[in-house]
């Protein structure tokens, strides 16, 4: 019990330490996909999306906030419908609550270790749990196929796994991948009965015999490949016995099943033999197959295979002690045959251990010797360990020309994707450094593209991330330029931007003022508070023009389009921007004129109003002078009087 509580809780350090978010980068491009696959699946909670050099398979950690961390080699090496299909896979863990529930199992294990059958009812609830998840998946991205394409492509990156975490290649992938190609997909024909139980009769007998037919055995991928060829051979049987329903179910399966079995034979070795299925021919080719097809084409030119003479030649290369230290690491005579053929010979024992322990198959070899000129065995187990494929490493070469090793891996941990290199790269020549500070900082290739057509054409890598972090769209830019402002500078769009310039408001300031307002009066007009329709009101009430210097004066004293309003209401519509503000810090409002004239005190101006207030003329004085028999003095007599004291002091007789 203190070794597995010991296991227990190395396993929640290593799941806490993954928790840190300053340790990853967030996918906001991918923030949308999120969205949409929580709402049909129900998931209530925020979900973050990460991308972390942490882990090397989709994995989920957290409870009550979920965090989903994806390796970089995902991002690179699985199409946008796949990464789609393993994200809705992460999410129905989040939904289920699987990463409680696994905890509350993690404890039972440790508590209960001595029973046998707790662990084997702990494996069987880890693995019906995978199969809940990847129904939920497949039910929220709607295609099988591309889904358990996923799986297959996510098994070559398997590497350790904190057994806490929710990961996407748990459970038993061969049958996992069976099931979803075999009987329990759903498909909304009928199937005739006869030919269900044909299939179901074909599972039992092929997949017991799968493993002999493929040639792999000992190999850690010999399970997916033989289900993936089972599977192979059941679509095609289904689809000859029943032609109606080849045109539909079976026949997607057969195009699935011969993509999965390409793509597991290719990761176990280049001399593994080739499964295929035969497609009926009257059979059109499915949108998944089509896509598959692209993407054989853009792959380099296939590795060559060792014959059995170069196989007796290679085991014959080390003594019997280097072949017993070669075979405990995976490494047989056909694996140094074909390395060889493939430009790697006489390498070492050390070199060979290095390669088969970190899954650097010969046909990879190949290919990346083909692709890079002649790596080194340290490179390629560098470029292996980075989840930098063949394919990747092929369109990024075709895109930039030469690169080398640590540009690739460079590439593929900082998520930039062959076709986001290739578009970039067709609006110049740029760098392995520009493109990932441009990735990581989220420029897009059509804002770029879009930014040029606008006439922007001189722009430095640090241009363009200083305009999309200050938040600059290609709509704002146009709409700028629309509205009078050809020649705006990378510095004035940022500047503006950063104060809140938008271009309706440019446009309003523009139909306000009758003419085109400088960069520097936007950008004071906008700092300071001063809106279009504080403008405008009080422009319309004095029916006379305001600058930009009156109208920020006027605001930053204070002056109300309501205080404008009342002086205009009382007949005091010739004051200037000017007595508004003076009449306004001594506290002269609408009611206290309208008091002065009611007592006879008419047409005052601006002075003489503040000479009367300053001194403590109101209404109430004015009447008092007129109780005390004064009559109706004039205004500076009124003001000495209030000096003086008077009609307090002195009364007339």
């Known amino acids: 019990m203190f070794v597995l509580s ?25 923030q949308t996909t999120i969205e949409r696959l929580s709402r049909r699946l129900e998931v209530a909670r925020p979900v973050r999306l990460m991308r972390s050099v942490l882990v090397t398979v989709p994995t989920t950690i957290g409870w009550l906030r979920p965090m989903i ?11 946008p419908t796949q990464i789609e299909a393993i994200l809705a896979h992460e999410l129905a863990h989040i939904r289920r609550h699987d990463y409680l529930v696994n905890l509350l199992q993690s404890l039972l294990e440790t508590l209960l270790f001595y029973h046998p059958a707790v662990w084997w ?11 809940c998840c990847d129904e939920l998946a497949v039910e929220a991205s709607g295609d099988p196929i591309v889904y358990a394409r996923a799986l297959v492509e996510l098994e070559r990156l398997r590497g350790e796994e904190f057994g806490l975490a929710m990961a996407a290649t748990s459970g038993s992938l061969a049958y996992r991948i069976a099931r979803l190609l075999g009987v329990s997909r759903r498909s909304r024909q009928v199937v005739p009965r006869g030919l269900a139980w044909a299939v179901v009769a074909a599972v039992i007998l092929i997949g017991s015999a799968a493993g002999g037919a493929v040639r792999v055995k000992g190999h850690p991928l010999e399970a997916p490949l033989a289900a993936a060829q089972a599977v192979c051979q059941v679509a095609t049987a289904a689809a000859r016995i029943a032609p109606s329903v080849a045109a539909t179910s079976a026949a997607k399966m057969v195009h699935g099943a011969t993509a999965i079995a390409r793509a597991a034979a290719s990761m176990v070795d280049a001399s593994a033999p080739e499964v295929a299925c035969d497609t009926p021919p009257s059979e059109e080719p499915s949108k998944d197959s089509m896509e598959s097809s692209r993407a054989d084409e853009a792959l380099p030119e296939e590795a060559p295979v060792a014959a059995e003479s170069d196989v007796k030649s290679a085991s014959q290369l080390y003594s019997e002690e280097d072949w017993q230290r070669l075979a405990q690491n995976g490494v047989s005579p056909r694996y140094v045959a074909n390395l060889a053929r493939n430009g790697y010979s006489n390498l070492t024992v050390d070199e060979l251990t290095a390669l088969a322990q970190h899954g650097v ?19 390629l187990v560098q470029l292996a360990d980075h989840g930098v494929s063949s394919e990747y490493a092929g369109k990024i070469q075709r895109a930039l020309g030469d690169v080398s090793a640590a540009d690739l891996i460079a590439l593929a941990d900082h998520g930039v994707s062959s076709a986001y290199t290739i578009a970039m790269r067709k609006n110049g020549d740029l760098r392995v450094v520009d493109l990932i500070q441009l990735a990581d900082h989220g420029v897009a290739s059509d804002y770029l593209t879009g930014l040029r057509e606008l006439g922007l054409q001189d722009l430095s890598t640090d241009d363009l991330i200083r305009l999309a972090n200050s938040g600059v769209t290609l709509d704002w830019f146009a709409a700028m330029r629309w509205m009078g402002y050809p020649d705006i500078s990378v510095e004035s769009a940022i500047e503006l931007q950063n104060e809140g310039v938008t271009p309706d408001f440019a446009a309003s300031l523009r139909v ?16 300071q508070g001063v809106d279009v329709e504080y403008a405008a009101s009080l422009m319309g009430i004095l029916r006379k023009d305001l600058n930009v210097d009156q109208l920020v004066r006027l605001h930053n004293q204070g002056i109300s389009v309501e205080y404008v309003a009342g ?29 002065l004239a009611s007592a006879g005190y008419r047409d005052l101006d601006v002075r003489d109003l503040v000479r009367m207030r300053q001194s403590g003329v109101d209404a109430d004085f004015i009447e008092s002078v007129r109780d005390a028999g004064f009559g109706t003095p004039d205004m500076n007599d009124l003001i000495r009087m209030r000096q003086n004291g008077i009609p307090e002091e002195r009364r007339r007789p």
Not at 575 to 591: K, M, R, V, Y
Request: hydrophobic share 40%; proline share 4%.
């Open 361 to 379: 198959m010969s046909a990879y070899a190949g290919k990346m010797r083909r692709i890079l000129g002649n790596p080194s065995v340290t490179e």
């Open 567 to 595: 002086m205009n209401a009382i007949g005091r519509s010739d004051l200037s921007a000017d007595d508004l503000i003076t009449l306004n810090q001594q506290g002269i409002d609408p009611e206290y004129v309208t008091s």
């Open 69 to 79: 961390l994806l390796p970089a080699s995902t991002l690179t090496g699985l199409l």
């Open 512 to 527: 306000l003022h009758k003419r085109r307002l400088s960069f520097d009066e936007l950008r004071t007009l906008r700092n």
């Open 121 to 131: 009812v702990s494996r069987r609830i880890r693995d019906e749990r995978e199969l």
């Open 6 to 30: 010991l296991r227990l809780l190395g396993g929640w350090w290593l799941v806490r330490r993954l928790a840190r978010p300053a340790q990853h980068v967030a996918l906001e491009g991918w």
